[in-house]
């Protein structure tokens, strides 16, 4: 038998991959289980969308321009500058969902071996794709105790090497929550200055900002035109998720060609999902009110009476709809084990992600779980209290 | 400003990218300009298809599985059992597009450094996905004087080192529209069996093989069943190239979990393009005998007409929808810029492919070019027409 590939092996499965087993199994046994582990959306998708794949008129469903459709990558443009990014349609790449934007800039930023610093815990895909491109991710550990947030500047410093290309960083955060400042911006666009390096930074939470804080994007940090990379995508924004658009934007023409040369190769976005991002440009704006007053109240909910749980902390998220909580636990991924294998409250119980998987630095997050509350409120009510319940017996728990 | 990656710099432009400007500008000036450089067919996708996509009414566009949505899997599967394939719905992965089929197969099947032979000329494309891999492509020359013909084995054997991992084909082949006989897959199985390698096997044209051939696909090779690995595309077979749907399957378990994790790291692929392309397996057999018939005409049309020109040659394709010919010229590329830039025959001008940028060789193909017969027969009588007057008066030609 032929040998498989030792970098395929050294790909890291999903985080939650070892639990899923268990989730089905809980189910098979009759049991109700609150996922509070994953980033699909109960929300819907805007009817302009829905409406414009209905009514798809086209005889032949042909490969789109290797950028996208140029009529929705001037509709992007639009958007772009509606909200105070000035981005010409030709400076954007329609991309496969906000992953191979992120693979673009991988490839095209750095070569193998070079180095990317990022924030820690990060998106866990991060990694993969920094496998998928041999590129070595240097994490900076920031802190559940401010929020997550982005760590002084200083700590970022101490990081560079020769190899040093880029920072990339997820604001608002998957997975923490986190929004960075404008003041922590402008500290990290003057390291990008004076070091030359690029800032990627993965924006797909924009519309997602919360208690009347202000999302500030990388294309706006005045001086930064050659060094930022826009990664963004249509899945959270519209909640069409598996449409898989998103987009790569740079204004530095020479990066813009050279990922142009990776989007040729792979021929085209879908065009189907171009075709309902296009569409979701138009959504009306009680659309977004309306997700908005959605978020917060779970949001408020879930960090309220999480908090009231004996030795959780659960810091106030200003964007995303993530939260990382610590647990009065020694070991998140047995506790979150043990939740689907053996616990159930009233026949229900609760599926939380290891948040040990968003670290890069071993050791870090063990009594840590992400929590997506991307559930309704009610259900979310079950899930705290199953979590209370648990939490009272479960055999591992530090405050005794 | 920052420095952009020396492998992104390294990266193949697309091989007709050179030429696109021209053929705008060719338009501009209000001249006809005939595509007979893409594959992009002109055919019809499936009603049924499109009705899938008229009739979607879920509430959002969810993510699917990472494999695929198991309903289509599982109807890929009997698909398979239909024409003798013997797969399972578990031992296939729903891709974006082969392309990224052929990403995950170089990925796990090879390490960096590692050598793939392919015959060539070959889809220009591989030659991405390889640096995209890092993987070395070790090319062996096939002969347009019998039709592309695989290779005799001993060539392969010649190539074979300590790196050497697999051996990919395309067949039938894009560019060539050679099918490979019964004959020459059980020689190159013996090779891979006798060496430890895997085949990859890009079968996306495995519907359109003329004249009776039958299609062979690496699955049906007794004994392969840990070493190959089959690449697949409703692309072509169903004209829906803007679906991006592929797959990648294998029956090495090792492999699968390898691309599995590849597979979760970009979460899903596209949902809409899975619909069509579920649907499409319904296809009825009447729109598969109208597609074969029109491809039959053309090819029968295009291959007499262009061998009737003086110094071209054109060799009889017995599968998929293009031909690489050799024209009577110094330099094809040249040619091919020259009729665009230069030449009109009744305001109509011809849009074809160099072939030099389908040899991994450097100086092949330097007077070849590919031809993509998706257009129909009329608009082939007018491009044939221009290429028979334009090669009376080409200046670079070599027969005087």
């Known amino acids: 038998m032929p040998n498989i590939s030792e970098r395929g092996k050294m790909m890291p499965p999903s985080p939650i991959r070892k639990l899923v087993p268990y989730a089905e199994e809980a189910k098979k046994k009759g049991r109700i289980v609150y996922h509070l582990n994953i980033g699909q959306p109960d929300i819907k998708t805007p009817e302009v969308a829905l409406n414009a794949i209905r009514?798809?008129?086209?005889?032949?469903?042909?490969?789109?321009?290797?950028?996208?459709?140029?009529?929705?990558?001037?509709?992007?443009?639009?958007?772009?500058?509606?909200?105070?990014?000035?981005?010409?349609?030709?400076?954007?790449?329609?991309?496969?969902?906000?992953?191979?934007?992120?693979?673009?800039?991988?490839?095209?930023?750095?070569?193998?071996?070079?180095?990317?610093?990022?924030?820690?815990?990060?998106?866990?895909?991060?990694?993969?794709?920094?496998?998928?491109?041999?590129?070595?991710?240097?994490?900076?550990t920031s802190d559940i105790k401010n929020g997550f947030a982005l760590p002084e500047v200083a700590e970022f410093e101490k990081k560079i090497t020769d190899r040093t290309k880029a920072i990339l960083v997820c604001n608002p955060s998957n997975p923490t929550g986190a929004l960075y400042s404008q003041e922590e911006l402008y500290k990290i666009r003057d390291l990008a200055l004076k070091y030359n390096l690029f800032i990627i930074a993965d924006e797909v939470y924009r519309e997602f900002c919360y208690d009347g804080h202000k999302h500030l994007s990388v294309m706006q940090l005045e001086g930064m035109q050659q060094n930022a990379v826009?990664?963004?995508?249509?899945?959270?924004?519209?909640?069409?998720?598996?449409?898989?658009?998103?987009?790569?934007?740079?204004?530095?023409?020479?990066?813009?060609?050279?990922?142009?040369?990776?989007?040729?190769?792979?021929?085209?976005?879908?065009?189907?999902?171009?075709?309902?991002?296009?569409?979701?440009?138009?959504?009306?704006?009680?659309?977004?009110?309306?997700?908005?007053?959605?978020?917060?109240?779970?949001?408020?909910?879930?960090?309220?009476?999480?908090?009231?749980?004996?030795?959780?902390?659960?810091?106030?998220?200003?964007?995303?709809?993530?939260?990382?909580?610590?647990?009065?636990?020694?070991?998140?991924?047995?506790?979150?084990?043990?939740?689907?294998?053996?616990?159930?409250?009233?026949?229900?119980?609760?599926?939380?992600?290891?948040?040990?998987?968003?670290?890069?630095?071993?050791?870090?997050?063990?009594?840590?779980?992400?929590?997506?509350?991307v559930l309704k409120i009610d259900d979310l009510k079950n899930a705290v209290k199953v979590i209370e319940e648990s939490l009272k017996v479960y055999p591992g728990r530090t405050i005794k």
Chains 1, 2 share one sequence.
């Open 55 to 140: 009514q798809y008129d086209e005889k032949v469903i042909e490969y789109s321009h290797s950028a996208g459709l140029e009529s929705y990558r001037r509709g992007l443009a639009q958007y772009y500058q509606s909200i105070g990014i000035d981005v010409n349609y030709d400076e954007i790449i329609v991309t496969t969902g906000g992953s191979e934007a992120l693979v673009f800039a991988l490839m095209t930023t750095m070569n193998k071996g070079d180095e990317i610093i990022i924030p820690e815990p990060f998106y866990t895909n991060y990694n993969s794709f920094a496998l998928l491109s041999e590129v070595k991710v240097v994490p900076i």
């Open 230 to 373: 826009l990664i963004d995508s249509t899945s959270k924004r519209y909640s069409e998720c598996g449409t898989r658009i998103g987009c790569f934007v740079t204004k530095n023409k020479e990066l813009l060609s050279s990922a142009m040369k990776y989007a040729q190769a792979r021929l085209s976005p879908p065009l189907l999902g171009q075709i309902a991002g296009e569409a979701s440009l138009n959504t009306p704006k009680s659309y977004f009110e309306e997700v908005y007053n959605e978020y917060i109240a779970r949001r408020d909910y879930v960090v309220e009476a999480l908090n009231k749980i004996e030795g959780v902390f659960c810091p106030m998220p200003k964007g995303a709809f993530y939260t990382i909580i610590s647990l009065p636990v020694e070991n998140a991924e047995e506790y979150c084990q043990w939740l689907l294998e053996e616990y159930h409250y009233n026949n229900q119980t609760v599926m939380l992600a290891p948040a040990a998987g968003f670290y890069s630095t071993k050791g870090l997050g063990v009594n840590q779980a992400r929590i997506a509350y």
